[in-house]
């Protein structure tokens, strides 16, 4: 069974850092790309970054880049998202998302329709 679980999310006061965690098991994951996703209130669910499977690939929407790393743990089973200078419009709950296919080593997108397996989010809340 294929499955993601996130964690990390929590409270932060504007201006402040977390460290999102995405738990990775059932599945080949150094052949699949990772992707966070966040939906905020009364929001659709929009991509915030992607990693490859090989890890060569890193991309971030425009909103987040400078501000925002993914990367892999040592045992490519984890991925994370740091975020840092975090923004009252970026309280959403947090989700990550594996690839619903074999791809190219370097793939990498932001389309919720390209991957299959979801985690069950974790919230982040920034107080305005």
């Known amino acids: 069974q294929v499955q993601l679980v996130e964690s990390g999310g929590g409270s932060v006061q504007p201006g402040g850092s977390l460290r999102l965690s995405c738990a990775i098991s059932g599945i080949y994951w150094d052949y699949s790309a990772i992707g966070w996703f966040r939906q905020g209130p009364g929001k659709e669910r929009a991509g915030v970054s992607c990693?490859?499977?090989?890890?060569?690939?890193?991309s971030y929407v425009d909103s987040v880049k400078g501000r925002f790393t993914t990367c892999k743990g040592s045992s490519n089973s984890t991925v994370y998202l740091q975020m840092n200078n975090l923004k009252p419009d970026e309280t959403a709950t947090y989700y990550c998302?594996?690839?619903?296919?074999?791809?190219?080593?370097?793939?990498?997108?932001?389309?919720?329709?390209?991957?299959?397996?979801w985690g069950q989010g974790t919230q982040v809340t920034v107080p305005s």
């Open positions: 990693i490859s499977s090989d890890s060569r690939v890193v």
């Open positions: 998302a594996a690839g619903s296919s074999p791809r190219a080593s370097d793939w990498c997108r932001h389309s919720r329709g390209d991957y299959a397996y």
